[in-house]
């Protein structure tokens, strides 16, 4: 079957650092996303990572390891506005795609 | 680029009756669109695929006779929640693979459903 694992819920701080971890096991992989999703909107796209390493742009880093199933989207100087949901998704065969639960985030000052 | 829009935004309708939500690629055409369907506090779950000039291919467990998917052109998709009940109530999303990546898919703004 298919399974995404990432926490549920993290706390941090407006300034710091935080890094939300997602594990996958599926049936294929095509790369894996990372959206953020604020309460009552729809997704919006971070990130794409298909090849092994890490993916920075601006204050979102995202890493990928195929071999061991792992991925992790880092966030830099965190801003309130950082407070959102943030989804693991994995793309399988014919582009659809596997969703992890989501992780909220929640920035206090 | 790669805008996606939705309409209705919000809909509250009366049991039994039926509602349709449209999905439309507003600067590029999408060959593919997916429906997805959101619980308060879950991921998203996606319910059909959505092709142009074909038939929809629905994920297990989703009723294609009360959910009819319709994707008449390159730039319009249509979800009809046909006799709904509250039980549907949610918050439906759809998205288009984009015009220039293959894997990548553009959301659209969501509808949220209210069946009272």
């Known amino acids: 079957g298919q399974n995404i694992d990432q926490p549920t819920e993290m706390t941090a701080t407006e300034g710091a650092i935080v890094q939300i971890n997602c594990t996958y096991q599926t049936s294929g992989f095509n790369g894996l996303f990372w959206y953020q999703q604020h309460a009552g909107e729809a997704p919006t796209f971070l990130s794409y990572n298909v090849l092994d390493g890490l993916e920075e742009k601006g204050r979102f880093s995202s890493f990928l390891s195929r071999s061991k199933g792992y991925s992790y989207l880092l966030l830099k100087e965190l801003q309130m506005k950082d407070s959102a949901s943030y989804l693991c998704a994995v793309c399988i065969g014919n582009y659809q795609l596997i969703w992890g639960a989501g992780t909220k985030l929640i920035i206090k000052p | 680029g790669a805008v996606v829009s939705q309409h209705p935004s919000r809909v509250i309708c009366k049991s039994g009756t039926s509602v349709k939500i449209e999905c439309r690629s507003l600067?590029?055409?999408?060959?593919?669109m997916f429906w997805y369907r959101q619980f308060p506090k879950q991921s998203l779950m996606l319910m059909a695929t959505?092709?142009?000039?074909?038939?929809?291919?629905?994920e297990q467990g989703v009723e294609k006779d009360k959910f009819l998917i319709n994707h008449a052109s390159l730039t319009l998709s249509t979800l009809t929640v046909t006799s709904a009940h509250p039980e549907d109530s949610s918050f439906y999303i759809c998205?288009?693979?984009?015009?220039?990546?293959?894997?990548?898919?553009?959301f659209g703004p969501g509808t949220r459903l209210t069946v009272t």
């Open positions: 600067d590029f055409q999408a060959t593919t």
């Open positions: 959505s092709n142009e000039g074909s038939k929809a291919t629905y």
């Open positions: 998205s288009a693979r984009g015009p220039t990546s293959d894997y990548e898919q553009y």
